[in-house]
């Protein structure tokens, strides 16, 4: 799939799975929101400055991680790991993704338990950033809020690391990033009424489905890609080919004019 192509995607992943962020982020923005200090927080201006840059800090972590988890999978690709095996990986990922949103099947909760174990020793780090005095110090704060234990952006990493492309996966990310935005600004100041939206079973379900449609056509098109490249792949080009039989002629040349002789 093109850059292009996976930015996009990327970005459309994000927005639909704002749902999930605001049900398991929503207060934690609130809390961000109240850590400003008092003589910031009364500004609406300056409350706007530290949201944007609590999230600029969060994307960050994303983009560093796709980063990451590209450069790791551009190694096994160099290891000889097939790139079908990984994107058909990342596709099972999705789907188990939006069986998660739309609540038929919890699977990525044991991933977000398991990421627990890195947060409680990132989580003291940012206790020490309260009370928030500065856009940088808020900015810090989302760089270690990024590293919440969230299957949907596990699924995305997972997603990255099939790029095998250090720069493609923090495109990637940078793309899922983006997508939250929105949900994450309004989640601070709409609180209340967007927590009883969210958990409204027709939102979680029509977000799930539409994932689940991406990551079925997203391992639909990696098996269908193989014969395809298996065509091109044979070894040479049509033009290739045609060089080489004609060198091959060549060579017959001399031995044809001597029998003709």
């Given at each position: 799939?093109?850059v292009?192509?996976t930015f996009?995607?990327?970005?459309?992943?994000?927005?639909l799975g704002s749902?999930?962020?605001?049900?398991m982020?929503?207060?934690?923005?609130a809390?961000?929101n109240?850590?400003?200090?008092?003589d910031?927080?009364?500004r609406p201006?300056?409350l706007?400055?530290?949201?944007l840059?609590?999230n600029?800090?969060?994307?960050f972590?994303?983009?560093?991680?796709g980063l990451?988890a590209g450069?790791?999978?551009?190694g096994?690709?160099?290891?000889?790991v097939?790139?079908v095996?990984?994107?058909l990986?990342?596709?099972?990922?999705m789907?188990?993704?939006?069986?998660?949103?739309?609540?038929?099947w919890?699977?990525l909760?044991?991933?977000?338990r398991?990421g627990s174990?890195?947060?409680?020793?990132i989580q003291?780090l940012?206790?020490r950033l309260f009370?928030?005095?500065?856009?940088?110090?808020?900015?810090?704060?989302?760089?270690?809020w990024?590293?919440?234990?969230c299957?949907?952006?596990?699924a995305v990493?997972?997603?990255?690391?099939?790029t095998s492309?250090?720069?493609?996966?923090?495109?990637l990310?940078?793309?899922f990033?983006l997508?939250?935005?929105?949900a994450?600004?309004?989640a601070?100041?709409?609180?209340?009424?967007l927590?009883e939206?969210?958990?409204a079973?027709?939102?979680?379900?029509?977000?799930?489905?539409l994932?689940?449609?991406?990551g079925i056509?997203?391992?639909?098109?990696?098996l269908n890609?193989?014969?395809?490249?298996h065509h091109?792949?044979?070894?040479?080009?049509?033009?290739s080919?045609?060089?080489?039989?004609?060198?091959?002629?060549l060579?017959?040349?001399p031995a044809i004019l001597r029998?003709?002789a």
């Amino acid at each position: 799939m093109p850059v292009e192509l996976t930015f996009a995607a990327a970005l459309i992943v994000g927005l639909l799975g704002s749902t999930h962020c605001l049900g398991m982020c929503s207060g934690i923005v609130a809390a961000l929101n109240m850590g400003i200090a008092d003589d910031l927080s009364k500004r609406p201006v300056s409350l706007l400055g530290y949201q944007l840059a609590y999230n600029a800090g969060r994307i960050f972590s994303y983009v560093l991680v796709g980063l990451l988890a590209g450069t790791l999978g551009a190694g096994l690709a160099q290891l000889g790991v097939s790139p079908v095996a990984g994107k058909l990986f990342a596709a099972a990922f999705m789907i188990a993704l939006g069986l998660y949103l739309a609540n038929w099947w919890r699977g990525l909760a044991v991933l977000e338990r398991l990421g627990s174990h890195l947060w409680r020793h990132i989580q003291p780090l940012a206790q020490r950033l309260f009370p928030i005095r500065s856009p940088f110090h808020a900015f810090l704060l989302g760089g270690l809020w990024g590293w919440l234990p969230c299957g949907l952006v596990y699924a995305v990493v997972a997603w990255s690391l099939t790029t095998s492309n250090s720069i493609d996966g923090a495109l990637l990310m940078l793309g899922f990033g983006l997508g939250t935005l929105p949900a994450m600004l309004l989640a601070g100041k709409a609180f209340s009424y967007l927590k009883e939206w969210v958990k409204a079973p027709l939102v979680r379900t029509s977000a799930g489905v539409l994932i689940m449609a991406f990551g079925i056509y997203s391992a639909a098109s990696t098996l269908n890609r193989p014969s395809h490249q298996h065509h091109n792949h044979t070894g040479l080009s049509s033009t290739s080919c045609c060089q080489q039989l004609g060198e091959e002629e060549l060579t017959r040349v001399p031995a044809i004019l001597r029998k003709v002789a």
